[in-house]
């Protein structure tokens, strides 16, 4: 079977990746290239565990082929911190206690940034239709709700 | 959610330069390729051992099949390799489409719709799919490119039956066409799951409503259903009643209760077949309620 020699960037950094074609975006993500963040859930595009930037949009990396990736660009919950200082939705998520296991949080992380990306005020109802496609089972959705809003209020941390 | 075999079995992963050349390699493999846009369902399937594949043929690249253009004279083009994200997002598309905004909005989730396609919603032939209707509605014209001539065909007659359409290997969909709406046009497009948001249609009613003189009414409104037939279906019966008119509560009452007829609803995981002809009525009544609301307003402001 052939091998795809993959070049992307992940988290600004450039990577070249030999990977066989059914290898998924995200399973890339975890084994080539040890970033464990992104969770594997569902593996079928119904739990956003494994939600990622690709060029700047959400996706589940489940459902994306790593060698549809060569010169995108990929951003992972590891790269939501800027010289080690979090990203103010991460710090919202930590203070409001949105996060219980924890399993679903990056891919909650990278869907709510994303949707502060193109929406830097949204109302409640834009931020449960933005997390649709992230299921918790420990939380409730209220306080990473709270959270998501609470860091669309007082914008990226000053570092 | 459990998948006892999650990893995706082999495949070779073929990304063609030109439409041509991904033609070419289709039709030499009848069997054993196929083409894939998002990829939202066709990795499933694979993964599920639904379909088996050899060869998988990435059509995202080809030129134009990214494109979205809109001309005011001659309507909206959707490449076939736009996604849905894009479309929601589309000035054009909310303002003169508004039905294809409202639902694909209804498809999973946001992250599944930067993927997601329109034209791979309607290639998939899937009695739910949420933007087959609106495109039937809207009297859309799916462009085929094969090894002979191009052709163009409308909607209605591209999809033969759940997952079915006249595609033949070799085939592949660069875009579909949707003319301008009728004028005066207004639209409401209604769907139950079994959550708000986020899941697959249990029962779907898209109504499209538009003044015409020819018609008795002054009115003519096309309604199409989706998840309760084979195929996402038309409701002439419905539609020449309205048609015919007068129209009054009374008359949109009988039209929904046409509808609910007209189904041809299955029991399954997601919902029983009664409750989806229940449903089908309800959701046509509430679409037809707030798409003749829409027409009164604008004949009583235009007056």
Known sequence: ?159 | MTNPRPVLPDFEYIHPETAKEAVIFLKSHPHDARPFLGGTDCFNSIRDRKISVKYLVDLKGLVGFDQLTFDTKKGLTIGAAVGMNRLIASEDVQRVYPLIAEAAREVGSYQLRTRATLVGNLCNASPCGDTISPCLLYEGMVQIIGSGEQRTILLADFILGPGKTVLTAGEIVSAIHLPLPPLGAQSAYRSIGRNALGDLAIAASAVLGFPDRSAHSSYRFRIALAAVAPTVIFVPMAQELLAAGPIDEEMLDKAAAIAGEACKPISDIRASADYRRDMVITLTRTALETVWGALNRKSKNGA
């Open chain 1, 1 to 159: 079977m052939a091998v795809h020699t993959t070049q992307l960037t992940v988290n600004g950094r450039k990577e070249t990746v030999d990977v066989p074609a059914s290898m998924t975006l995200l399973r890339m993500l975890r084994e080539k290239l040890a970033l464990t963040g992104t969770k594997n859930g569902c593996e079928a595009g119904e739990c956003g565990a494994c939600t990622v930037l690709l060029d700047g949009e959400p996706v589940n990396s489940c459902i994306v082929l790593a060698v549809e990736c060569d010169g995108h660009e990929v951003y992972t919950v590891e790269g939501l911190t800027e010289n080690g200082a979090l990203e103010k939705l991460q710090e919202a998520f930590i203070d409001k206690n949105a996060i219980q296991c924890g399993f679903c949080t990056p891919g909650m992380l990278i869907s709510a940034y994303a949707l502060l990306q193109r929406n830097p005020h949204p109302s409640e109802e834009a931020i449960q239709e933005a997390l649709v496609g992230n299921l918790c089972r420990c939380t409730g959705y209220q306080r990473i709700i709270t959270a998501v809003s609470e860091a669309s209020v007082s914008g990226r941390r000053d570092s």
